[in-house]
Structures are given as structure tokens and as C-alpha cells.
Nanobody, 114 residues
Framework: QVRLVESGGGLVQAGGSLTLSCAAS????????IGWYRQPPGKSREPVAS???????GYEDSVKGRFTISRDNAKNTLYLQMNNLKPEDTAVYYC????????WGQGTQVTVSS
């Protein structure tokens, strides 16, 4: 059974940083393209960043230069380092395959105050 557990969210002021984690079980992150998604208040879920099996990463334009996606194969964990956070980054953040086909986890709330 595949399970994704996101953590690391919180309340931060604009310009601050957070690191999100996604612990996976039942699936190997090293052999799958996997990514981070977010759902802002009142909006649909949207992709943020993804990383392929070879380590090639891709980012949405709004987070390029501020967010970094990485993966620890030994820990089977995905990370998202978020710097210079903006109020518009406020959302519930999720991890999933890229494109998404796994069961969604509970997500982790990120709130950025101005």
C-alpha cells in the first residue's frame, strides 16, 4: 500500500524559509518521477516542482530561483526547500508522482504572512 506523508509546513513571514518533507512507503521514489503540488485557498491543486529518476528537476515559473526540490533515496524521502517565501505561496502542499497517480496524502499547510 502506497503512503505519502508530508510534513514541515508552518507559519512564516514573507522572505522566510521552510523545508518540506515527504516520506514515502510502498513505492520507491528513486525510480519514479515525483513532485510537489500545492492548493492555495479557494483554488485548484497545481504543480510546483518535480524531479525525475536521474535527478533532473523542473519548476513552475512562479517558484524558479526560490524553491529547490531534492530526494534522499536512502531515506525514500522527497524535500522542498523554499526560500524567499511570498504570501502567494500560502497553500497546502502535497507530494505525488509526476504526473500524479498515487493516493494523495494529507498535505502540509504553509502560511506566509506579509
Amino acid at each position: 500500500q502506497v503512503r505519502l506523508v508530508e510534513s514541515g509546513g508552518g507559519l512564516v513571514q514573507a522572505g522566510g524559509s521552510l523545508t518540506l518533507s515527504c516520506a514515502a512507503s510502498g513505492i520507491s521514489l528513486s525510480i519514479n518521477a515525483i513532485g510537489w503540488y500545492r492548493q492555495p485557498p479557494g483554488k485548484s491543486r497545481e504543480p510546483v516542482a518535480s524531479i525525475g529518476p536521474s535527478g533532473t528537476a523542473g519548476y513552475e515559473d512562479s517558484v524558479k530561483g526560490r524553491f529547490t526540490i531534492s530526494r534522499d533515496n536512502a531515506k525514500n524521502t522527497l524535500y522542498l526547500q523554499m526560500n524567499n517565501l511570498k504570501p502567494e505561496d500560502t497553500a497546502v502542499y502535497y507530494c505525488n508522482a509526476a504526473p500524479s497517480w498515487l493516493p494523495w496524502g494529507q498535505g502540509t499547510q504553509v502560511t506566509v504572512s506579509s
